[in-house]
């Protein structure tokens, strides 16, 4: 095999900038694209060429002014988020020019990271790079180590459409569930993830009251959640949780994508139901797993290429097109992963 060729390093490359926070609608005027300098990698540091990035609901969320438990974008800086590159430069000796590489440093087309924050990728591993930014390790994680969905479980997906929630679909089934029930904002999309995605039925938020669907969707109860969207979604769930439920919590769509400015609004459950139905809920992070994405791209590659597993993904071309990406997702325009080829 012929050795990778790393391309020149330019002089200045693109990034791009959060110009002011927003507190309604995200446009395309709350950033701003800057030429800058290519970053120089100092010690313990590679010099990475972004290649692919993407685009999460969260994000929008560190663009508000609302106190977080994670770190804000700042007007006038450079966005981050994952992100896959190519090595192109590696002083310290831990890492090769042209290998592939997963980064938290998204939204410019180079970035000097710490070689901790930087997790080497097998080029053979998934069909394409892009397939590495799934949000599928969230979705294989929260059901099997969270909610440890059974043979016959009925599950309950919300935001089924979203990164996670439209593999969670296939996943769930392919753990055996026996009856999956998403939400989503649309009948199309709903369409769509019952004739592709792995669910039986849907539920459309706009459509009637939550619970009442989701009582005619999954009559008998359901055994588990998994909710990426809080808000009025989590106490329908839990009216129709059967005894000994597991709720899996990954996410606040409702808050993240609403029009509360990215606030993060308290909800009311009923605790007398968590209790005597022995509901268990537990909250689910990837960061506390550092060896779920090894498993989940060996899971995904294998389904992927023998078929059992899709990847629903928009890609857009162009670090000009990310702010667009972002305020898309933010609409709702699309299914499954939103990522950007550099």
């Known amino acids: ?67 977080l438990p994670m770190p804000s974008f700042v007007p006038g800086q450079a966005l981050w988020g994952a992100a896959v590159g190519e090595v192109v430069a590696a002083p310290g000796g831990g890492f090769t020019p042209g290998e592939l590489v997963h980064h938290p440093y998204g939204w410019r087309e180079f970035a000097a990271v710490d070689e901790s924050r930087v997790r080497r990728l097998d080029r053979d591993a998934l069909p394409t790079p892009a397939a590495h930014l799934s949000q599928g390790a969230t979705a294989w994680g929260a059901l099997r180590r969270a909610a440890e969905v059974r043979p016959g479980d009925t599950v309950f997906i919300t935001g089924a459409a979203g990164g996670v929630g439209s593999l969670a679909g296939q996943l769930a089934r392919r753990m055996g569930a026996g009856r999956v029930v998403g939400s989503t904002g649309s009948e199309r999309k709903a369409a769509r993830l019952r004739a592709e995605l792995g669910y ?38 839990l009216a129709v949780a059967r005894p000994d439920a597991r709720f899996a919590l990954v996410g606040a769509l409702s808050s993240q994508l609403g029009g509360s400015g990215g606030a993060l609004t308290p909800l009311e459950l009923d605790t007398g139901l968590i209790i005597t139905r022995r509901v268990t809920l537990r909250g689910f992070g990837l960061h506390a797993h550092p060896d779920l994405p090894r498993e989940w791209t060996e899971e995904f590659g294998r389904g992927l290429r023998d078929g059992s597993l899709s990847f629903p993904h928009t890609l857009l071309q162009g670090i000009e097109q990310a702010p667009q990406a972002l305020c898309e997702l933010t609409q709702g325009r699309h299914i499954g992963a939103v990522l950007v080829e550099l």
């Open 200 to 237: 039986d039925d849907t539920i459309v938020r706009g459509a009637g009251p939550i619970e009442r669907q989701l009582r005619r969707a999954a009559p008998g109860g359901i055994d588990v959640l998994l909710d990426t969207v809080g808000g009025e979604q989590l106490p329908a769930a």
């Open 1 to 67: 095999m012929s050795p990778t060729v790393v391309p020149a390093i330019p002089a200045v490359h693109r990034e791009v900038r959060l110009a002011d926070q927003a507190e309604g609608e995200v446009t395309a005027g709350h950033f701003m694209i800057a030429e800058v300098p290519v970053p120089v990698p100092g010690p313990g540091q590679v010099l990475v060429r972004t290649r692919v990035m993407a685009v999460t609901a969260a994000m929008r969320t560190q663009m508000t002014k609302v106190p």
